[in-house]
Nanobody
Framework: QVQLVESGGGLVQAGGSLRLSCTAS????????MAWYRQAPGKQREMVAR???????IYAASVKGRFTISRDNAKNTVSLQMNSLKPEDTAVYYC????????WGQGTQVTVSS
């Protein structure tokens, strides 16, 4: 089973930045698309960004222009650069394939204070 390990979260003030990383124990190059998801307290998990093997990226409207997803197939990592953070970005962030076909990792907590 592939394992996913997310890191890079923390507490930041509104307007600040964080860079999240996700390392997979298996090859992400075999996956057509990788994605970042988040789950805020009391809410369903939602996808915030995805990146295809072609390099095409798609973002949720709520983060477009502020977040940037990237992937490094050689290192089996997917990253999420988050700028201009808002309190509503507070959530646990996870990565997975677009099909959510791998077991979920523990996630990384992002807390944005106002």
């Amino acid at each position: 089973q592939v394992q996913l390990v997310e890191s890079g979260g923390g507490l930041v003030q509104a307007g600040g930045s964080l860079r999240l990383s996700c390392t997979a124990s298996g090859s992400i190059s075999s996956q057509n698309a990788m994605a970042w998801y988040r789950q805020a307290p009391g809410k369903q998990r939602e996808m915030v960004a995805r990146i295809y093997s072609t390099g095409t990226t798609i973002y949720a409207a709520s983060v477009k222009g502020r977040f940037t997803i990237s992937r490094d197939n050689a290192k089996n990592t997917v990253s999420l650069q988050m700028n201009s953070l808002k309190p509503e970005d507070t959530a646990v962030y996870y990565c997975n394939t677009l099909a959510q076909s791998w077991p979920w990792g523990q996630g990384t907590q992002v807390t944005v204070s106002s």
